[in-house]
């Protein structure tokens, strides 16, 4: 196998965002809601502070536990992203589309507005 080097920045854009739509994004909710509660409290300061409590056992709380971490859901989101890149090549433009809005996401938070 050999990746080149742009193959490789796409792959790495493509994984990044990928692995932060799993983890962060609202679209992607109803995938974390079989294996998350969120809980909101105050704090000392009288704030509202909303955080994830893992549910379940065994499985479900291993798969919760997994879809909280960005660095755990990073390895998997960067396995599928990388062996559908060499097997499936039909996917190659969606991993394209992910790289951009990966790539944008990025430069949004280096750069952002106002």
Request: proline letters at 4%; charged letters at 15%.
């Amino acid at each position: 196998m050999s990746i080149n080097w742009m193959d490789f920045i796409l792959l790495v854009l493509a994984s990044y965002r990928v692995t932060n739509l799993l983890v962060y994004d609202s679209i992607t909710e109803w995938i974390r809601s079989p294996f998350h509660r969120i809980v909101v409290k105050e704090n000392d300061s009288g704030e509202q502070e909303e955080f994830i409590e893992i549910k379940g056992k065994g499985l479900q709380a291993f798969i919760g536990e997994l879809l909280s971490c960005h660095w755990c859901t990073g390895v998997w989101a960067s396995a599928l992203v990388l062996l559908t890149f060499m097997y499936l090549p039909i996917l190659i433009p969606l991993w394209i589309i992910f790289a951009i809005s990966g790539g944008a996401s990025l430069l949004m938070s280096i750069f952002p507005r106002g």
